[in-house]
């Protein structure tokens, strides 16, 4: 396969496509009934679809695996037009409150450009389009009768979409103030730039070839560049408020969770006073941490009675001489935490006067430095001798 084949371009825009419908699939088909996920999904897969078909050598691969030269102009322009509507359908799904009037809009849409495909196919069925044309269809057929007609619906279909989908993100992103959802806005109405660009050319290129002249260059090395450049922003502007907010908390969601794997483990033997939750391994992981956070909150609950303030207090002194506020709190936490578990495995609680037992808001506040510090089990050990035995503290 050469270079010209392949068409490096095509794959930028491909995989960021396929990236976003790979991340969000999952989450996406869990909120099925939500219109945003629905929305969301359409726009992704139509678009990924649009760029698996449209590369030359899938071009190809079409026409050969259907025995029908051209078939990939129809398989390629329907779903280009379906991804026109399903872009019109995510901002009106961004921009509107959930009401009668929205779904009966989206539905129109629907009906337009399901109508328009079902055109696309009657007008090239119609056609006679013997030989197989990969770069030049349009401008080739320009002149055919019910081909001119298939080019030029969907052309058509395609221009009319950008239009009314820049006019309506115009007249809204004044209003918006969500970050990540500006940004994709401003994306979209640069794509969409792009795309008009893109249909324009085609449209003079065929307009050239009805009066006999031959601007077929605007047709077949223009246009593609504004087609590649455009589609790469619209999909940026998509995907940009879908996956924005995840890969801003995911990272730190991630840290967190493998951060509190430590103190998890110091307390698992520990029953919790609500019943354990059933959380897959595969579930989101926002989920996964609010479940380890709760346990290791349930477990602190349920050791309270064993916990040793006295013990913390002489231990966070101790770490202090050596170490910041957070490292300090965290070492006197394990230290705390471990006596306090030994005491819950024998099952002599502590003496609490004045009221029930309760730990700290210093140990629930510092509890992601309490699980980092267990990962210096030296430093904490050091401390708890010195602890105990109320020596001066070395250099630890």
């Given amino acids: ?135 030049d269809l349009d401008t080739y057929y320009a002149n055919t009768p019910w081909m001119r007609e298939h080019i030029v619906l969907y052309l058509l279909g395609y221009m009319v979409s950008a239009l009314v989908a820049a006019w309506m993100i115009w007249t809204w992103i004044g209003r918006v103030r969500a970050r990540w959802l500006r940004g994709g806005l401003v994306f979209l109405q640069a794509g969409y730039a792009f795309g008009l660009g893109f249909a324009v050319c085609k449209l003079i290129a065929i307009g050239a070839r009805w009066t006999g002249r031959n601007w077929d260059t605007l047709s077949t090395d223009v246009a593609p560049l504004f087609a590649l450049l455009g589609a790469t922003l619209v999909a940026t502007g998509f995907i940009l408020p879908v996956l924005g907010p995840f890969l801003q908390t995911w990272p730190c969601d991630q840290a967190a969770f493998w951060v509190l794997k430590p103190l998890k483990n110091l307390i698992r033997e520990v029953a919790p006073l609500s019943a354990r939750a059933r959380v897959s391994r595969f579930a989101p992981l926002d989920l996964r941490l609010m479940k380890r956070q709760q346990q290791i909150h349930d477990g602190l609950l349920r050791l309270a009675p064993f916990f040793d303030e006295t013990l913390y207090e002489r231990a966070y002194r101790v770490a202090a001489d050596r170490h910041g506020e957070t490292a300090a709190r965290g070492v006197a936490g394990v230290i705390a935490l471990r006596a306090a578990v030994d005491s819950y495995s024998s099952g002599t609680p502590r003496e609490h006067a004045g009221g029930p037992a309760q730990i700290s808001r210093e140990v629930s506040d510092h509890l992601t430095a309490i699980s980092r510090a267990m990962l210096r089990p030296d430093r904490v050990d050091r401390i708890r001798r010195q602890a105990s035995t109320g020596c001066t503290p070395s250099h630890v």
């Avoid at 679809?49 to 071009?59: E, G, H, K, M």
């Avoid at 009401?99 to 849409?109: E, S, Y």
């Fill in 1 to 135: 396969m050469s270079l010209e084949d392949l068409r490096i371009p095509y794959v930028v825009p491909t995989v960021l496509l396929m990236a976003g419908l790979g991340l969000k699939s999952p989450t996406i088909l869990r909120s099925w009934k939500d219109p945003n996920a629905r929305a969301t999904w359409f726009v992704l897969l139509f678009a990924s679809a649009v760029f698996l078909s449209v590369a030359p050598s899938s071009i190809r691969r079409i026409n050969t695996v259907t025995g029908v030269a051209n078939f990939a102009a129809p398989w390629s322009y329907s779903l280009l037009t379906l991804f026109c509507g399903a872009c019109l359908t995510m901002i009106i799904t961004w921009r509107e409150e959930p009401t009668a009037r929205r779904r009966r809009r989206i539905q129109l849409i629907w009906f337009i450009y399901s109508g328009a495909v079902a055109s696309l196919w009657v007008t090239f069925l119609r056609a006679d389009v013997p030989v197989e044309r990969v770069y």
